[in-house]
């Protein structure tokens, strides 16, 4: 069951230098040399974790289609075909108000990444759109495109209070073409009020846990992504410079490694529920 998945890596996790340069910004001369780099250490590219998406609803849309067919450049330099995107902040969970207009924006990043091969992959994330498991099927379904799919977070889930093996995957699971390693408890809240209310960044920082370590359901997900054949990358977002900020971004990256491969072992000597 170890090498089940192949694994992946956020690569401003590992090397946090690389922070004030994402991939839609460095340009083809770099780009080209880093897909050298990477074909010279026998490393592939998952996917371009691309910032497009997270944006306000209500701000430039020219501006989201540049960065998106930048992003789609840095996909094909880097050979992958799977970039992240984002379905935009929307005020106060105002989700029905901006519907169409996120339905309108993500159906044209849709028909711009099919004319390029490539398809795109929503996170879902606190306080965009597709936040919880409802409006992310109304937001690929309504969108209807094979070129927008789904990258399910479970950590980001559990911030907005949604269950994510429960709740989340009958919803989703049809359309979860990547998955990301990241455990989380509930957002401390403090006295605030419940989520669309805004919790403090650092907030959400410190919920996350290594995977198996919150409230994720990551035996439960590991192993409905098995009975589904899953052929994806499990790809592993630490998220843990808060709880553990003495230590360096790769020392984090390893903890959050031994979690996922101490799950994956525990699932080869425990039969596969339904199997």
Same mark, same amino acid.
């Given at each position: 069951?170890?090498d089940?998945?192949?694994?992946?890596?956020?690569? =401003?996790e590992?090397? &946090?230098?690389?922070?004030?340069?994402?991939?839609?910004?460095?340009? &083809? /001369? $770099? !780009?080209? $040399?880093?897909?050298?780099?990477?074909? +010279?250490?026998?490393?592939?590219?998952?996917? *371009?974790?691309s910032?497009?998406g997270?944006?306000?609803?209500?701000?430039?849309?020219? %501006?989201?289609?540049?960065?998106?067919? %930048?992003?789609?450049?840095?996909?094909? #330099?880097?050979?992958?075909?799977?970039?992240?995107?984002?379905?935009?902040?929307?005020?106060?969970?105002?989700? @029905?108000?901006? $519907?169409?207009? *996120?339905?309108?924006?993500?159906?044209?990043?849709?028909? /711009?990444?099919?004319?390029?091969?490539?398809?795109?992959?929503? /996170?879902? /994330?606190?306080?965009?759109?597709? =936040?919880?498991?409802?409006h992310?099927?109304?937001?690929?379904e309504?969108v209807?495109?094979?070129?927008l799919?789904?990258?399910?977070? &479970? +950590?980001?889930?559990?911030?907005?209070?949604? #269950?994510?093996?429960?709740?989340?995957?009958?919803?989703?699971?049809?359309?979860?073409?990547?998955f990301?390693?990241?455990?989380?408890?509930?957002?401390?809240?403090?006295?605030?009020?419940?989520?669309? @209310?805004?919790?403090p960044?650092?907030?959400?920082?410190?919920?996350?846990?290594?995977?198996?370590?919150?409230?994720?359901?990551?035996?439960?997900l590991?192993? @409905?992504?098995?009975?589904? =054949?899953? #052929?994806?990358?499990?790809?592993?977002?630490?998220? !843990?410079?808060?709880? !553990?900020?003495?230590?360096? %971004?790769?020392?984090r990256? %390893?903890?959050?490694? @031994?979690?996922?491969?101490?799950?994956?072992?525990?699932?080869?000597?425990?039969p596969?529920?339904?199997h």
């Amino acid at each position: 069951m170890a090498d089940r998945w192949p694994i992946g890596a956020f690569g =401003d996790e590992i090397a &946090p230098g690389l922070e004030d340069d994402n991939v839609v910004d460095l340009g &083809p /001369e $770099r !780009l080209d $040399r880093a897909a050298a780099l990477l074909r +010279a250490a026998d490393i592939s590219v998952s996917a *371009v974790a691309s910032p497009v998406g997270k944006a306000d609803v209500e701000g430039d849309f020219d %501006a989201e289609v540049s960065r998106l067919r %930048a992003a789609m450049d840095a996909a094909h #330099r880097l050979q992958t075909k799977l970039i992240r995107v984002f379905s935009f902040f929307v005020p106060e969970g105002r989700h @029905a108000e901006f $519907r169409d207009e *996120v339905l309108r924006r993500m159906s044209t990043f849709a028909k /711009e990444a099919a004319s390029q091969d490539v398809v795109l992959v929503h /996170e879902n /994330e606190s306080y965009v759109y597709g =936040d919880d498991a409802e409006h992310c099927r109304d937001l690929v379904e309504s969108v209807g495109s094979p070129a927008l799919q789904i990258a399910f977070d &479970p +950590a980001n889930f559990v911030q907005v209070g949604v #269950r994510p093996f429960d709740e989340a995957w009958p919803l989703l699971a049809q359309h979860v073409v990547h998955f990301h390693v990241k455990d989380a408890v509930g957002v401390a809240r403090n006295g605030m009020a419940p989520y669309p @209310a805004r919790a403090p960044e650092l907030q959400l920082m410190a919920s996350v846990r290594p995977a198996g370590e919150g409230e994720g359901q990551f035996p439960e997900l590991l192993q @409905a992504l098995d009975r589904r =054949d899953y #052929r994806g990358f499990l790809v592993i977002e630490p998220h !843990l410079q808060e709880r !553990l900020h003495e230590i360096e %971004a790769a020392e984090r990256f %390893a903890i959050a490694l @031994a979690a996922l491969r101490g799950m994956l072992a525990g699932m080869v000597a425990k039969p596969i529920q339904g199997h």
